[in-house]
């Protein structure tokens, strides 16, 4: 039966899993039951009936209903990410990042406050996301708190639902003050680094004054999992030449504490040429020439470990926060911007919220359309022809070389997602 070339498929040892990406669906179909519908009538009606269901066969149009299904979900999100400080407790050894000691003054926050409820007041939008970022976000501990509350009490006059997340290195998030943003800031969502070891980690993500942060990074994880508290941590590591065999250890032994707690996934990144920042030349880590986080997401999914973002990079949902409309991004002075990487070039700043101006003409022409010429390939409607502005209007990456690397990625999470089992159905003989 021929499938949709929009259904993704992936070997392994039970059978064939089988990704539906019009509609996100999955399923395993078992070696035996592949064996049986060679020669059972009714089993392949039944099959048959299942795949319709599913809308796993070809359909008229299919691309361009599902991209239309999948705008209109994205038209009722509005999402903000807030850095709510200019500078950073740490100074590690492949940020980015220029560092400057400046808070969020009260003007600013109204003015983000103000531009929320313009917003939401519409009617448009059924979910309103706050991501907050830094340097250290918890530097700008008042300003998560002032709008927190702030933009709850907006929700709740225009019925939207509220979901925030931060990430954080980790440093400042003592249980007490993790309890609050939790209880009372409605943040459930947390992105903490360890990169490796107590040995690498105190390597590449130090303090200021270059002294080592692991011991209170990971006494602050263990409190956090200690508790009762609904929440859902993502631990990342950062891996370069120095750490990558640091990261494996990390995973035998204080990882352990973490590895039957689901509130907890682990993420694998290879550090990337990100940008120089505030570092110093000698403050650089080596770029390895593989893709370690490959491997290593699957080791530690096959010890046991609970792999995150794998079934997102294949959820036609997926894109980069920048490649989307209703994303605006406040640095601490109230700039409007989109991408948390390109934080200093021109092309990536769309107004200031304290003159209440935004250049929504600006901001459409940095979003990336779909091209007709990508509408044949099986990976499109995941891709959306390359999801990161930032690659196209400022590195200016050929569509050639995202289209590889993209489907790099895809072919990858599909493999971890057959090794995850975390597809919906398992059709077997029965």
Sequence with gaps: MKMSPYVLSQKCDDGIVYFNTKNNHSFLMTNQ??????????????????????????????????????GKIDATLLEFTILTHGDCNFRCKYCYEKFENISMSRETEDAILKFAEEKLSTGTYKLFKVSWFGGEPLLGYRTIQYLSKKFQDICNDYNVQFSANI?????????????????????????????????????QRILRNNSGTYSRIYENLKAIKDSDLDFFCTIRFNISKENVENVKSFLYKDGLYFRDDQRFGFSYHNVGDWGQGDRSEKDCVTLLNYDASFELSTLATSIGYRVTLVSYFLNNRFTCYANRMNHY????????????????????????????????????????????????CPLVLVCKSGHCPMAKRISKH?????????????????????????????????
């Design 329 to 376: 991004m406040f640095n601490v002075k109230g700039i409007v911007q989109s991408c948390t990487v390109a934080l200093y070039h021109p092309k990536n700043v769309f107004g200031n919220i304290n003159k209440g101006f935004i250049n929504h003409d600006k901001l459409r022409q940095w979003v990336i359309e779909v091209e007709e010429s990508c509408k044949s």
């Design 167 to 203: 990430t954080t290195n980790g440093y400042l998030l003592s249980f007490r003050k993790f309890k609050h943003l939790v209880e009372d800031c409605k943040i459930r969502g947390y992105q903490i680094t360890i990169d490796g070891n107590q040995e690498s980690h105190d390597c």
């Design 33 to 70: 039951l592949l064996e049986k519908l060679k020669t059972d009538a009714e089993t392949r009606e039944q099959y048959k009936a299942y795949l319709e269901q599913f809308h796993y066969f070809p359909e008229d149009d299919e691309v361009n209903q599902s991209l239309r299904k999948i």
């Design 398 to 430: 050929s569509s050639e070389l995202l289209c590889r690397s993209m489907q790099k990625i895809m072919n990858r999470n599909l493999a971890l997602f057959a090794l995850t089992k975390s597809y919906h159905d398992i059709l077997d003989v029965g």
